[in-house]
């Protein structure tokens, strides 16, 4: 009696090609699924870095959601701390000197790009806001004067910046607000409080609204010196 002929289909393939090919299914998954995850996370730690391009396209209220905007009522803003020290370029300043205008302060870098997206919509607040009482400084951090004197020429800065190469005058906030962050913006208000803070970069709208609200604003004859 002749021997039958073997079968051909499927379930003849032996169970160990079978784990094989679908370990190998599954490695080919996972690896897939690690680099999204992987782009997720590189998108969100890029948002969180401050990506905005600065234009003020969107309506104040929603970028001040977007930008880490905080602002303080006037019976709940604690006292700015003293500031003072070398500007970039050569000279010094003393914040002291500004008591009775709107100060805006902004924590930048020459290296920061999202510091490069906001320069221009600072540059026109500060121009447009000077005459009514509103200054502007830096704190120029992690740089050098040569890096940050090109940095202003190119956005054409004029108001000064002070040097904290190391971080120590951002360091006096700290318990007060967060600043930590590069770009960040600090706004005082006419009696030498802490009106408002933006975490990241800001834009045109949001800090062209705030800046403009505080200088509306009447000093607090009660606040200290």
């Known amino acids: 009696m002749a021997a ?50 600065g234009s003020g396209a969107s309506t104040a209220s929603s970028q001040r959601e977007k930008s ?21 370029g050569g000279g010094t300043l003393d914040l002291a000197d500004w008591r009775g205008d709107v100060v805006v302060i902004n924590v930048w ?6 510091c490069r997206a906001e320069a221009p919509a600072l540059k026109k607040i ?20 040569s890096a940050a004197m090109a940095f ?3 956005y054409e800065i004029t108001y000064p910046s002070l040097r904290d190469r190391d ?7 700290d318990g007060l607000v967060p600043v930590s962050a590069v770009p960040s913006t600090v706004l005082i208000d006419r009696s030498g409080r802490i009106a408002a803070r933006i975490i990241g970069p800001t834009t045109y ?21």
Request: glycine share 10%.
């Open 4 to 53: 039958a002929p073997p079968r051909t289909d499927r379930r003849s393939v032996p169970p160990a090609r079978n784990a094989a090919g679908r370990s190998h299914r599954f490695t080919r998954s996972l690896r897939v699924w690690r680099a999204v995850a992987l782009a997720a996370a590189a998108g969100l730690t890029l948002a969180s870095c401050g990506s905005g391009d």
């Open 68 to 88: 880490g905007f905080t602002q303080y009522p006037v019976g709940e803003r604690p006292a700015a701390p003293a500031i003072s020290g070398e500007l970039v």
């Open 109 to 114: 870098g020459s290296w920061c790009a999202p």
């Open 126 to 145: 500060s121009d447009a806001t000077r005459k009514l009482g509103v200054r502007f400084v830096g704190f120029n951090t992690r740089d050098n004067d």
């Open 152 to 154: 202003e020429r190119n």
């Open 167 to 173: 971080g120590r005058l951002v360091l006096r906030f």
């Open 205 to 225: 709208d949001t800090l062209n609204t705030v800046v403009r609200e505080l200088a509306a604003e009447q000093p607090d004859k009660g606040a200290g010196a």
